[in-house]
Antibody
């Protein structure tokens, strides 16, 4: 069974940092691009970042470039999102998602994890 | 940047048809995917490449895409279809995914 399990969320102070992880199983992780998507409380879905299957190419929404860094370890079947200079508005559930493609253009996200919650306090 | 506009809400009686739109200039030239998100759950894809249904998604779900509007149609709506629905597009100019604004379907 294809599974994605996010971890690393929690309460962090404004200006702080946190690293999210996403452990993948049930598929050949190194064959697929991956993404992070977030959802602020009561709000819609926002794509945050993506990474090609090899990890050689990364993609970011413009508003987050410079503060967030996506990476992956294909030997450990794990996706990461390093977040710095966190702001109250970064409070959200963060989902990792598997793509059908291996690099841009990405196709669509077919499997999602259950998400991990990041709360940024002022 | 690309903005995908959806109606905030759609209300439909059981057994009727729900129509959810996703609009932007020339969306007909793009591949559109649709996600269903029930409260407290992760999104699930219900339509990909505008009109293809993943296995396990009922035939009551159908999609179309032309001109400036993509549409997800749910026929014979059931109580279990009550959820938020989002369209998704890959924008090649920026190498970004863009989600629609989301539509809450109330049955």
């Amino acid at each position: 069974e294809v599974q994605l399990l996010e971890s690393g969320g929690g309460l962090v102070q404004s200006g702080g940092s946190v690293r999210l992880s996403c452990a993948a199983s049930g598929f050949i992780f190194s064959h697929y691009a991956m993404s992070w998507v977030r959802q602020a409380p009561g709000k819609g879905l926002e794509w945050v970042s993506g990474i090609s299957s090899s990890g050689g190419t990364t993609y970011y929404v413009d508003s987050l470039k410079g503060r967030f860094t996506v990476s992956r370890d294909n030997a450990k079947n794990t996706l990461y999102l390093q977040m710095h200079s966190l702001r109250v508005e970064d409070t959200a559930v963060y989902y990792c998602a598997k793509d059908l493609s291996n690099s841009a253009p990405l196709w669509y996200m077919d499997v999602w994890g259950k998400g991990t919650t990041v709360i940024v306090s002022s | 940047s690309l903005v995908l506009t959806q109606p905030p809400s759609v209300s439909v009686a059981p057994g009727e048809t729900a129509t959810i739109t996703c609009a932007t200039n020339n969306i007909g030239g793009k591949s559109v995917h649709w996600y269903q998100q029930r409260p407290g759950q992760a999104p699930v894809v219900v339509m990909y490449y505008s009109r293809d249904r993943p296995s396990g998604i009922p035939e009551r779900f159908s999609g179309s895409n032309s001109g400036n509007t993509a549409t997800l149609t749910i026929s014979s709506v059931e109580a279990g279809d009550e959820a938020d629905y989002y369209c998704l597009v890959w924008e090649s100019d920026t190498d970004n995914y863009v989600f629609g604004t989301g539509t809450k379907v109330t049955v």
